[in-house]
């Protein structure tokens, strides 16, 4: 459940301009601060939450003392309940359906991509990674549903991102293997992966 109605992301590229920001944006208007800090690359991201007056005004005080360092940002006035839940780390496996995976070239675009892709269609969000340091400042997300409403997602979520100058890369698995279903119960992170024996692969 959300606790706060809209939230902001600023992706910036330079790290003290970003704490710079962060504090400007924390001191101009009554926000929580729902995460910031480096991320791979030498980026810095901040996430914020409150009312969507007070988001607004923290953002554009954010924007201004960022300036060019701000790679990428999102306001996102009425967030939907998945994503803010998802921007805080939350996972949500356990599902069965087609799969899709939309990547991105910031952390902002993939969060304006959940956001689309889950207020346009009844997917759900697997799992959304913004800041791990393997990542190098992408953006990556999993949803799981009916093929029919995966398509819908990523015809929503896709185009949008492209004509705002986003680079986006996604792909549709109709009917994804079961051992690949229970990797994702865990995490795409391959530092958490296990071994998974298969049926029928032979032994010696």
Known sequence: MKKHPAIAVLDFSD???GMTA????LKKAPIALLRCGTISRGRFLTLIGGTTASVEESLREGLFWGGESVLDHVLLADVHPQVYEAVLGHRNPGGTGSLAIIETDTAAANVRAAELALKGTP???VELRLAD???WGKGVSVYQGELHDIE?????AVP??????RIVRHRI???PHEALI???DASTHFGVSELLELEGEGSS
């Open 15 to 17: 790290i003290p301009v």
């Open 22 to 25: 962060t504090d400007a944006m």
């Open 123 to 125: 997917v759900r969000l």
């Open 133 to 135: 340091p393997d990542l």
């Open 152 to 156: 819908a997602a990523v015809a929503i």
């Open 160 to 165: 949008r991102l492209e004509t705002s100058g």
């Open 173 to 175: 698995i109709s009917s």
């Open 182 to 184: 229970q990797q994702l």
